[in-house]
């Protein structure tokens, strides 16, 4: 028999290690645990920020509808549609999401008690990219990565990340950035520029510090549109093909969507035709859109939703000058595509 005093050693080393868990859950400094943030976290995360604002904004009156997409798609205006169409709509968009993203979150939603009748689908080329690794940020969201685990055979590969999540905490990096995110909440840095961007209450993201530009007048739209070209070069120089695996999560959305009577308008997501000719000649961008166009067309005429394709700026009548870089529009060319989409869905009889 184990003696009294290995019996005691055990048990206060079971304590310890519980309340050092428990102390890691709390502080949470890498977003590897779910649940309301309470300190800081070292990295921006709009995936749980965006879960904290819908619940708040579906608990002050039920939402109708969800806008699902990238950074590329925060700037669709959830007044503006209520307006347009009476509904009463979140921008659940998220940064660099990936179709996995989409799925999860439109799940996560339907399980929080919105009883949706409007999905808004902004989709990017990249989001179907055939490398199919999953952003970190989404890994590390326990309620998000248990949605996507219902639609998995097996359950292996997410073991592991729980089971790596659970072993980096016991680790001296670990518990400096700990030390690093109590003591962030205790002396707030300067806000940094890249957290001069806000949400509003319904997911609505606001660009302060580049608005804060255009207004001085110091705003260099040209250097912006060209500093994006570095950065897509790295998202398409090895996206060879639509990725299979994403595909079927867009479709297991969309059937989902269709079995519950949620009414749907897809769009192809554009990007600034200096940035779009760049990618031609250095990836297989042209083709990659092609290919999301033809794919698009036919979940048209799967699924019975609607589909948009404002992948050129042309194709929706841009402002040229409406953009804050090669990707992104301001909100302007946003209002733009919502009015077209909220008039698309009218007609469509929603």
């Keep these: 028999m184990p003696s009294r005093f290995a019996l005691l050693f055990l048990t206060f080393l079971s304590a310890l290690v519980g309340c050092y868990i428990a102390a890691a859950a709390i502080v949470n400094p890498r977003l590897d645990f779910g649940g309301r943030l309470l300190f800081p976290p070292l990295v921006r995360d709009s995936r749980q920020e965006k879960m904290d604002l819908f619940e708040r904004f579906n608990g002050q009156r039920p939402v109708d509808g969800v806008i699902l997409g990238s950074s590329r798609s925060m700037l669709l205006a959830p007044a503006d549609l ?80 729980v089971r790596r999540r659970f072993m980096s905490a016991f680790t001296m990096s670990y518990v400096y950035d700990m030390v690093n995110v109590v003591s962030m909440a205790a002396h707030p840095p300067p806000q940094p520029v890249s957290r001069a961007n806000t949400f509003d209450e319904a997911g609505l993201l606001h660009y302060v510090f580049l608005d804060q530009s255009l207004a001085a007048g110091t705003f260099d739209r040209d250097k912006q549109i060209v500093g994006s070209q570095e950065e897509y070069l790295g998202r398409f120089i090895g996206m060879t093909t639509l990725s299979k695996r ?33 990618l031609g000649r250095k990836t297989q961008y042209s083709r990659l859109l092609m290919e999301t166009r033809v794919y698009a067309a036919e979940l048209r005429r799967r699924y019975d939703i ?37 008039v698309g869905l009218l007609k469509h009889g929603l």
């Design 82 to 161: 209520e307006s347009l169409t009476g509904k009463r709509v979140f921008n659940f968009s998220v940064d660099s999401a990936r179709a996995e993203d989409y799925l999860a979150i439109f799940d996560w939603v339907r399980s929080h008690g919105a009883r949706l009748n409007v999905l808004l689908l902004g989709l990017d080329v990249e989001a179907l990219h055939d490398n199919d690794q999953w952003d970190l940020r989404l890994k590390r969201n326990v309620d998000l990565m248990r949605e996507l685990e219902k639609q998995q055979q097996g359950t292996y590969e997410e073991l592991q990340l």
């Design 246 to 278: 994403r595909k079927e999560y867009i479709e297991t959305l969309l059937k989902n969507a269709k079995d519950h009577g949620i009414a749907v308008a897809l769009w192809i997501t554009p990007i600034h035709q200096t940035l779009a000719d760049y």
């Design 306 to 342: 609607l589909v948009f394709d404002f992948s050129e700026p042309r194709f929706f009548g841009a402002i040229d000058s409406g953009w804050y870089d090669g990707a992104h529009m301001d909100t302007r060319n946003a209002a733009l595509i919502t009015k077209k989409v909220a």
